[in-house]
């Protein structure tokens, strides 16, 4: 039996305590990290004493259901720990649960607050007395940091019950792990060290150490002073790269030469979209991975899959599936790609599948790749936490992107940011491949008349219904030669066509494409002429470089056209895509070169001026200063993405009606759901509502959260979902 107390076996009392104790072990092994092992290891060794109590025995014994174990090593910790008791308790109490909110004197017993819980009466079955014949107060004087680099020390005693509370879950289930599952701990082995992996990229790399061109010669400079710059001391870094600059590589090369120089666990890349995830990822595996059953490179977002797919070799696959899996669950591999969301609602969270990870953050690189698309309604609460991990977790961050977003005044005033490249200006002069030019048409059949004129060209929206519109319009063959990308597609269907556009350009073939925004970051493309709707100055740059991206053509003969429609057929725009809207064409005024190193800054400034407390929108920073241990609350506030949607699986092909039927059994898993996310399709309420009636979808539970569509002719080929019932198009951005 496991962690068993009242029992006359001897063995089965002494696995509690071996629990208890290597729990400890390993809760102050992880937060020494960041100066605090002697608290990890009280909080290890205290959390589950509960189990002491008749009621657990009981419960072990499937006499009884649900008994609570976690809140006995919060009270405990709250009397024995005077001065720490409250983060003590805090990270005890919540470690199945989540960090709960603190509560207030008045909170009751049942509210599940801590200090609600702390009056708990744990008399009877629950009386946990018992532990103090086992379990010995370890000899060892507590501490907390010093937070004396940032203001407001409310906010760092907040971040650090987090990362404490981490290492506490981590602990216990590993812990738990190794006791009940001691294979699983074989495949969390086998990385390759910091110093190998910058070993292997340096390998690739050097086959491109004799530049021919002068792009590549370029690259090769941009390169070179990234790994110089890697010396450097620890701390806050841009890395400001014009699209076709070789930021990818050059931004990895930096972050792992750094790490091997520093000392640094593992290399973390932040990335906005799943779209760069996926080809940022297959790039770094391609390189860092020699061999086929390593898995040095984890991507963890909310479409990867971990499930076995039927092979030849499928014991082969299922374990490496295995140990991508358990790598993601902590980040304990040297390599981790992630995205914004990911990465910042888990240091904003209270849950421990999202907390878990939290410790292994601490003493790594983290890149911020596209950085000018950190979410603006919480960038202060974002820039902040960046700044905590800089100042007290051992952390240098880069902030990589074309389009630097002007962050140095959101940081604190004693934080330097230290550009890797010593001449941006010069560089943004050299890969300027296009010219701009401001244009406008009466509606979208001119516009769609207008790119029926080029052989080769792009052209991004800012609304799924425009570029429907718009790409009804082309003339060619659909999918062989005029192709549309959105997000009205499935992911799966989307880099389908993405595989076809590719292969059109390569052979000179006619290609014309209509998307949205979804094409501007990371997604490697060259057309010889772009038209990008009017949006934010980023977006226009970024659709830029997708404008002769390799320098085939000379600069002048590059053309990216930035449209306006005078009678758009989307209705009103939203503010997010208005107000960057606005201030781009203020700028267009303003500036000779929209593209210049000033012109983006400005752009910026603007932005951020404007939107003033907006960079906040939730007062997630005031609420923390305020009541910094309302953990719960503060979760359920720190939402990246907000939108009142449903997920619509597609079944149109083979691998669809297999996840299909199995969905319809009443599966769950979270690695079916993932398989199933490449089929899926976001839509808003009222659409999915509209279906819905229509009898257009079917919801397969009371919750509607997986639903399949059941009229496939309202998928297209080219186009993919059509949202609005009445016209056919998609109405939604």
Not at 170 to 187: G, I, P, S
Not at 210 to 231: G, Y
Not at 328 to 352: H, M
Request: glycine share 6%.
């Amino acid at each position: 039996m496991k962690y068993i107390a009242h029992t006359n076996n001897a063995e089965e009392v002494q696995s509690l305590l071996d629990h208890l104790q290597g729990t400890a072990q390993k809760c102050r092994t992880f937060a020494e990290a960041f100066h605090a092992g002697a608290l990890g290891e009280v909080a290890g060794l205290y959390h589950d004493i509960g189990k002491y109590s008749q009621g657990f025995y009981k419960r072990i014994m499937k006499k009884v259901g649900k008994v609570d174990h976690s809140t006995a090593g919060a009270i405990e910790t709250a009397k024995i720990y005077s001065d720490f008791g409250l983060l003590l308790a805090l990270c005890i109490a919540g470690h199945h649960g989540g960090l709960p909110n603190v509560g207030t004197p008045v909170s009751k017993a049942g509210d599940g607050t801590l200090l609600g819980r702390l009056k708990k009466d744990l008399s009877g079955d629950l009386d946990y007395s018992a532990y103090k014949n086992e379990v010995i107060k370890p000899d060892t004087e507590l501490q907390i940091p010093q937070w004396d680099i940032l203001p407001d020390q409310k906010y760092s005693a907040a971040f650090f019950i987090r990362m404490l509370f981490s290492c506490l879950v981590d602990a216990d289930f590993l812990d738990t792990e190794a006791f009940c599952d001691a294979d699983k701990q074989d495949l969390r082995t086998g990385f390759a060290s910091i110093e190998e992996l910058d070993r292997r990229l340096s390998a690739h790399l050097a086959k491109f150490s004799k530049p021919v061109s002068e792009i590549n010669k370029k690259r090769t400079q941009i390169l070179n002073e990234c790994l110089q710059k890697a010396e450097a001391e620890p701390g806050l870094f841009s890395l400001t790269v014009p699209t076709g600059g070789g930021k990818t590589l050059s931004s990895l090369a930096f972050a792992l030469k750094h790490a091997q120089k520093y000392g640094k666990q593992r290399v973390i890349y932040v990335i906005p979209y799943t779209s760069i995830i996926e080809q940022t990822a297959d790039v770094f595996r391609d390189i860092l991975n020699i061999n086929k059953d390593e898995n040095n490179v984890i991507e963890h977002h909310m479409n990867v899959n971990y499930d076995r797919t039927n092979t030849e070799n499928e014991i082969d696959i299922e374990i490496d599936e295995q140990k991508r899996k358990l790598a993601a669950e902590n980040w304990d591999a040297p390599v981790i790609v992630t995205t914004n969301v990911q990465f910042f609602e888990s240091l904003y969270g209270n849950r421990t599948s999202k907390c878990r990870k939290l410790h292994n953050i601490v003493n790594s690189v983290i890149v911020f790749d596209e950085a000018q698309m950190l979410p603006n309604d919480y960038l202060q609460p974002c820039i902040r936490a960046i700044a905590e991990l800089v100042a007290y977790y051992k952390v240098s961050a880069v902030l990589c992107t074309a389009t630097q977003p002007s962050l140095n005044k959101l940081f604190p005033d004693n934080f330097k940011i230290n550009e890797i490249c010593s001449d941006v200006q010069g560089l943004y002069n050299f890969f300027k491949r296009a010219s701009y030019e401001q244009v406008e048409f009466k509606d979208e059949n001119l516009l769609a008349q207008k790119l029926n004129e080029e052989k080769q060209v792009l052209c991004i929206t800012n609304s799924r219904k425009e570029a429907q519109n718009i790409f009804d319009g082309l003339q060619g063959d659909k999918n062989e030669s005029v192709f549309h990308l959105s997000t009205c597609m499935y992911p799966a269907h989307r880099r389908e066509v993405l595989g076809k556009i590719r292969s059109c350009l390569k052979t000179g073939e006619p290609c014309k494409v209509v998307t949205t925004s979804l094409i501007e970051a990371g997604v490697d493309v060259d057309f010889p002429v772009v038209y990008r709707e009017m949006a934010g100055l980023d977006n226009i740059i970024q659709a830029a470089g997708r404008c002769n991206r390799e320098g085939r053509l000379a600069p002048e003969r590059g053309k990216v056209f930035v449209y306006n429609l005078a009678e758009a057929d989307y209705g009103k725009l939203p503010a997010f895509v208005k107000l960057p809207k606005s201030i781009t064409e203020m700028i267009m005024q303003d500036f000779e070169d929209m593209a210049s190193v000033e012109a983006i800054k400005e752009y910026f400034d603007r932005l951020h001026y404007i939107k003033g407390s907006g960079l906040d929108t939730k007062e997630i920073l005031n609420k923390i200063i305020k009541e910094p241990f309302m953990f719960k609350e503060i979760a359920e506030k720190f939402v990246l993405i907000e939108e009142n949607t449903r997920t619509i699986f597609v079944n149109r092909n083979e691998e669809s009606e297999k996840l299909a039927g199995v969905l319809r059994s009443g599966v769950r898993t979270r690695e079916l759901l993932r398989q199933a996310s490449q089929y899926t399709v976001q839509v808003y309420e009222d659409q999915f509502q509209k279906m819905l009636a229509a009898g257009k979808v079917e919801a397969l539970d009371p919750e509607q959260q997986v639903n399949i569509l059941l009229d496939k002719a309202m998928y297209d080929d080219a186009k993919g979902l059509f949202l609005d019932l009445e016209s056919g198009q998609g109405i939604s951005l």
